[in-house]
């Protein structure tokens, strides 16, 4: 095995992290609800689900977006650190063979194109283009497009954030049937994902899994 260095601590190690930072990266609650990922007791659908179904079926998430997987995954975004996209798309493969759920097709969550040109790239590509062979299922990258230039979520109360995204997706292809793997950085409130959710479902499609880095929750 090749030797390199824990790209947390630096310290020698075979894999991307060392095992003690492996050990600490923050975990989602035990117990959660298998549709958003909140916190409940017995992991049933939480109430929030169930008085208002989201469009997606179930989210799965491979940590907690707290530190130091925000700093991760803002340095993914924010200071195009490519490899970052194929170290924590690694940590999501792993949970995801442990599931066994396999949907038909990965669309990956789509930037507005003038966020695409600030940035260069769009995250969520890049973790789908990871993701993509080791899982066996292709990635339809130009599916859906996003033709609302919103203001970013990160600055807006979590209220708003559902207003906000309203009517931002466009989707061109029949989903008659699939099964759609829908994936992203980070699911926050899980606006954006059942705003497209729900155009994937206008669409045909019959089954959306979330696919996601993190679930930012309360402490
Ligand atoms: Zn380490
Ligand atoms: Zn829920």
Not at 3 to 15: A, R, S, V
Not at 57 to 81: E, S
Request: proline content about 9%; overall charge positive; hydrophobic content about 40%.
């Amino acid at each position: 095995m090749t030797q390199t260095n824990c790209i947390l601590c630096g310290i020698p190690t075979n894999q991307d992290f060392c095992e003690p930072c492996i050990l600490d990266l923050p975990q989602l609650p035990y117990n959660h609800c298998p549709v958003c990922l909140w916190p409940v007791p017995t992991s049933e659908i939480c109430g929030a689900c169930l008085n208002k179904p989201p469009a997606f079926t179930r989210t799965i998430a491979t940590l907690r977006y707290a530190f130091p997987v925000d700093a991760l995954i803002r340095a993914l975004k924010y200071q195009a650190n490519l490899s970052l996209a194929s170290i924590l798309g690694n940590l999501l493969i792993k949970k995801l063979k442990i599931t066994n759920i396999i949907p038909d097709v990965i669309i990956p969550m789509p930037l507005h194109p003038i966020r695409l040109r600030e940035r260069g790239f769009n995250q969520a590509m890049e973790i789908s283009r990871h993701i993509s062979k080791p899982m066996g299922i292709v990635v339809l990258p130009d599916s859906c497009t996003r033709i609302k230039h919103t203001p970013s979520q990160a600055g807006l109360p979590w209220k708003d954030r559902q207003k906000n995204i309203r009517n931002a997706f466009k989707c061109k292809i029949d989903l008659s049937g699939k099964h759609v793997a829908l994936v992203d950085d980070v699911m926050t409130t899980g606006a954006t994902l059942n705003e497209l959710a729900q155009v994937l479902r206008q669409h045909g499609a019959i089954e959306i899994s979330n696919w996601v880095i993190a679930r930012a929750l309360p402490e």
